[in-house]
């Protein structure tokens, strides 16, 4: 029972490249999110799918596109990373809207 | 909408104390309310949650939490701190129409010897 897997778990890149990070869920939950966590921000909701090929905005999209052609998965590209970027993404699934959402163990990214 | 406070961004209490976390909410609608948990470099972890059934919730790791609409509050409690309790802890609200999560800022419990 594998639950949801993040890969990788730590990413090094460079300002300008292309960086996708990966979120799978073996429970075939409808709804995914991508949120980051820094320091004196806590979380911050990037985007959410409410199913597959529906996605949508939360508070913080700016600089990141996500994709959801399967249920299971839901990967985060930054198409053009920055130093802003710099962060803990976390993926996490949820049965339905505002029920108890699952987490992975997230993906420490360092953009240089 | 909803939104959640979290009074303390740091609690500091010694081993075999009370632990009092607290947690205050907003909500248009009926709230479901969570307590998670986040060790070092992990992901976050359910401790508990209120979905409108017990007011008074036993969660894992025997932390208990008490919903009281009156003072709209959610605050998390255990009799006696343990060192392996020092983690973030982060209260969320959701509402029972199907509202999308909100998460508190979280509070960092240290543990003292």
């Known amino acids: 029972d594998a639950g949801i897997t993040q890969s990788p778990r730590y990413k090094i890149t460079e300002t300008g490249r292309q960086v996708t990070l990966m979120c799978h869920q073996t429970?075939?939950?409808?709804?995914m999110f991508w949120y980051r966590q820094d320091l004196g921000h806590g979380l911050r909701l990037i985007y959410y799918?409410?199913?597959?090929?529906?996605?949508d905005k939360g508070e913080v999209p700016d600089g990141y596109v996500v994709s959801r052609s399967k249920t299971e998965n839901f990967p985060l590209t930054l198409e053009s990373a920055t130093r802003s970027q710099t962060s803990v993404y976390f993926c996490?699934?949820?049965?339905?809207?505002?029920?108890?959402?699952?987490f992975g163990p997230g993906t420490r990214l360092l953009v240089l | 909408a909803q939104s959640v406070t979290q009074l303390g961004s740091h609690v500091s209490v010694s081993e075999g104390a009370l632990v009092l976390l607290r947690c205050n909410y907003s909500?248009?609608?009926?709230?479901?309310l969570f307590w998670y948990v986040q060790y070092p470099n992990q992901g976050l972890q359910l401790l508990l949650k209120?979905?409108?059934?017990?007011?008074l919730v036993k969660g894992i790791n025997g932390f208990e939490a008490e919903f009281k609409k009156s003072e709209t509050s959610f605050h998390l409690t255990k009799p006696s701190a343990h060192m392996s309790d020092a983690a973030e802890y982060f209260c969320?609200?959701?509402?029972?129409?199907?509202?999308?999560?909100?998460f508190g800022p979280g509070t960092r419990l240290s543990v003292l010897p």
């Open positions: 996490a699934s949820s049965e339905s809207a505002g029920r108890t959402q699952y």
């Open positions: 429970w075939s939950h409808s709804y």
């Open positions: 799918s409410a199913a597959a090929d529906i996605t």
């Open positions: 909500s248009s609608v009926p709230p479901y």
């Open positions: 209120y979905t409108s059934a017990a007011t």
């Open positions: 969320a609200v959701s509402g029972s129409y199907g509202q999308n999560f909100v």
